[in-house]
């Protein structure tokens, strides 16, 4: 009788232990189908990409996975020890690793029915699988173009600072309207400039008066729909010469202006420190950033309640061009204060 009963508790406990072995494979188990794929954080459908691929994953350790009309086995899939997170940050339910009868392997994240196959083993591209009635909710999956252009809008996104320029970054609205005013001086050319910026609704006009050895002269520059025009008020002409091939001119055609473009260019880059610059006698705090192998040194200076004074720039470090000598442009205002009729040529007659 005790035999019997030992024998009896033994089984029970081979039993448990048979099952237990396997309980990795059942939490994972199943057929999944790919919805999507992401490349750099971003997830665009697999439909628009025009793949198809259903991962089978068996109660035994095995399986198959089909790329469009081509299946392989699964030759092993088991649950590892390595850690991993989900796209969303959170943490999976397992982590398991799958190895293909062509000898490769890839490591997936597996949580609440969804499946993350590492493609490269480094994270950086994804196959997003799913079980049937599987909560797919979390992942903004894209359509290619709107992949594309969410890629561009972070492309042209300025990251946030705690600085003065960041502030005046985010102070510019083009659909309230920029208005900048300021003069250039390049004291080594005996040349000054007057420029006056206005920009609103994706329009951009500006002038230009040189001065140079007592010579004068102002030029007027016209932008819209992506098409920059020279303009003559007198006679009321406008003739294009040249498109806007740069998607983040396009998206912020203020960006047309020389001294506006630094700010976004140095604010994209990063790399600035702050410091101190003189000006006729007058020191200012100032944002520097450092030259590079093709670009000189900038600061851009402020007064001490914050307002944008000046914007200084160092010789060309090409030495053909450093006989032009520094630039000094002098801040009279920035503000909202648009002509909005100079943001008008329906009146003009527009040639190519």
Not at 148 to 163: G, I, W, Y
């Amino acid at each position: 009788m005790k035999k019997s009963m030992a024998a009896r508790i033994m089984a029970v406990l081979v039993t448990i232990l048979f099952f237990s072995a396997f309980s990795a494979y059942g939490a994972v188990e199943g057929q999944y189908t790919l919805f999507g794929v992401t490349k750099e954080g971003y997830a665009v459908s697999s439909e628009d990409a025009e793949m198809r691929s259903v991962l089978v994953l068996t109660e035994d350790g095995k399986g198959s996975m089909t790329m469009d009309d081509e299946t392989m086995g699964v030759s092993e899939w088991k649950v590892t020890e390595k850690e991993a997170s989900m796209m969303d940050g959170g943490a999976p339910d397992s982590v398991i690793s799958v190895t293909l009868e062509d000898g490769s392997i890839c490591s997936c994240a597996v949580r609440n029915g969804i499946l993350e196959l590492d493609v490269m083993g480094n994270g950086e591209m994804l196959m997003l699988f799913a079980t049937d009635g599987a909560d797919r909710s979390a992942y903004q999956v894209l359509t290619v173009d709107e992949l594309l252009a969410k890629m561009q809008e972070d492309r042209n996104k300025v990251p946030e600072s705690n600085t003065r320029l960041y502030m005046i970054w985010q102070s510019l609205d083009q659909d309230a309207g920029i208005h900048l005013s300021y003069s250039e001086s390049r004291p080594a050319m005996g040349m000054e400039k007057k420029h006056e910026v206005f920009s609103k609704n994706k329009r951009y006009c500006a002038s230009e008066t040189t001065s140079m050895y007592g010579y004068s002269r102002t030029s007027w520059t016209y932008c819209q729909d992506g098409k920059v025009y020279s303009l003559d008020p007198e006679k009321r002409t406008a003739q294009q010469i040249t498109e806007i091939y740069l998607s983040e001119v396009n998206e912020r055609i203020f960006l047309m202006d020389p001294v506006l473009r630094e700010i976004y260019k140095r604010l994209k880059e990063g790399g600035g420190t702050t410091g101190v610059r003189e000006v006729n006698g007058v020191s200012y705090a100032a944002e520097i950033f450092p030259a590079s192998e093709y670009s000189p040194e900038v600061a851009f200076c402020f007064t001490e309640d914050g307002r944008f004074a000046y914007y200084l720039e160092g010789a060309p470090v090409i030495e053909a061009f450093s006989y032009q000598g520094e630039t000094i442009c002098e801040i009279h205002s920035l503000d909202r204060q648009v002509n909005e009729s100079l943001l008008d040529i329906s009146g003009y007659t527009v040639t190519r």
